[in-house]
Nanobody, 126 residues
Framework: EVQLVESGGGLVQAGGSLRLSCAVS????????IGWFRQAPGKGLEGISC???????DYIDSVKGRFTGSRDNAKNTAYLQMNNLKPEDTAVYYC????????????????????WGQGTQVTVSS
């Protein structure tokens, strides 16, 4: 059974930082790029980063320079370091396998592993 467990969310003031973790089990972790997705209240799911290796991560423009994706294959865990958080970053954050579609912009799409985690809430106050 595939399981993805997100953690590390919380309430921070604008300009603050959080580090999210995603523990993955039930699949061969090394076989997948792992990404982060978020859903703000009343909005759809948005892919924000996709980490192939800790040296190779794609980001959407709105988080580039503020968020850093990484992974530890020995621990089957992916991370998202979020700095300089803004109120518009408020959302429930999820991790999933991912792929990157590059056209005129970078789009990060999920690849289904059969299940999603419960997500972790990030709230940024102004």
């Amino acid at each position: 059974e595939v399981q993805l467990v997100e953690s590390g969310g919380g309430l921070v003031q604008a300009g603050g930082s959080l580090r999210l973790s995603c523990a993955v089990s039930g699949v061969t972790f090394d076989d997948y790029a792992i990404g982060w997705f978020r859903q703000a209240p009343g909005k759809g799911l948005e892919g924000i980063s996709c980490t192939l290796t800790s040296d190779v991560t794609d980001y959407i423009d709105s988080v580039k320079g503020r968020f850093t994706g990484s992974r530890d294959n020995a621990k089957n865990t992916a991370y998202l370091q979020m700095n300089n958080l803004k109120p518009e970053d408020t959302a429930v954050y999820y991790c999933a396998a991912c792929r990157v579609v590059v056209t005129t912009t970078t789009t990060i799409a999920p690849i289904s592993l059969g299940s999603w985690g419960q997500g972790t809430q990030v709230t940024v106050s102004s």
